[in-house]
């Protein structure tokens, strides 16, 4: 894993946040093409409409697909974690502390935002 990609994994709430951003705007957009197109009846505006409407569907397919900074990084460790010979031989107390210690990087950076 390089450091790149925990970057953007770390960058991955962020790009949420502006695709939400984006179908806010696009859909605010929409509404007053759709209220264009009811009064002009115009090919132009209906095809304004049918380009607004797929780029807010795929914008927001991107933002369900997209997952969270802390999913992404629960998915790294666990993998990270399955890939580690010899992790089934650790006493239960190390795994304990390891989980504990990770939750509690969590829940600290959850606060800090």
Sequence with gaps: MTVF??????RLDAIQGL????IVF???FSAILIMTAIIERTEESKLWIKKALISVLIAGLLGVVIPSTKSALMLVGFTTIQN???VEQLPEKTVKAIDKLLSDYIDESEEGK
């Design 5 to 10: 990609l925990l970057y953007l994994i770390t």
């Design 84 to 86: 580690i010979q010899g």
């Design 26 to 28: 696009v859909g605010f």
């Design 19 to 22: 695709i939400l951003g984006y």
